[in-house]
């Protein structure tokens, strides 16, 4: 079992900054992507960057050239630097991980969501 956690969610105006922590737990051999994902009230869950084993990177239309996707290979850790933050920017934000335990089978885990809340 791979567990998720989740920090930095809060509040900030518009314009402002957060960065996003996520940390898996367990016995993780190998890691195909972590990425973050967000779901405003009422919307449907989206992609909003993903970092890949080959270190390829990609990042949803709307937050393309404000947020930042980085990880550390050495604790497992993704984050999350979000810049030049917008009203519509807030939701829950979700970590997902995919990638192999050491017995062997595939694991896709899921962080339990952090807030962010963006208004003045």
């Known amino acids: 079992q791979v567990d998720l956690l989740e920090s930095g969610g809060g509040s900030v105006q518009p314009g402002g900054s957060l960065r996003l922590s996520c940390t898996a737990s367990?016995?993780?051999?190998?890691?195909?992507?972590m990425a973050w994902y967000r779901q405003a009230a009422g919307e449907r869950r989206g992609l909003v960057a993903i970092v890949r084993a080959d270190d390829s990177l990609e990042y949803g239309d709307d937050v393309k050239g404000r947020f930042t996707i980085s990880r550390d290979n050495a604790k497992n850790m993704v984050f999350l630097q979000m810049n030049s933050l917008r009203p519509e920017d807030a939701a829950v934000y979700s970590c997902?991980?995919?990638?192999?335990?050491?017995?062997?089978?595939?694991?896709?885990?899921w962080g339990q969501g952090t807030q962010v809340t963006v208004s003045s």
């Open positions: 997902n991980v995919r990638g192999r335990e050491a017995s062997g089978s595939f694991f896709a885990s």
């Open positions: 367990g016995r993780i051999t190998n890691i195909d992507h």
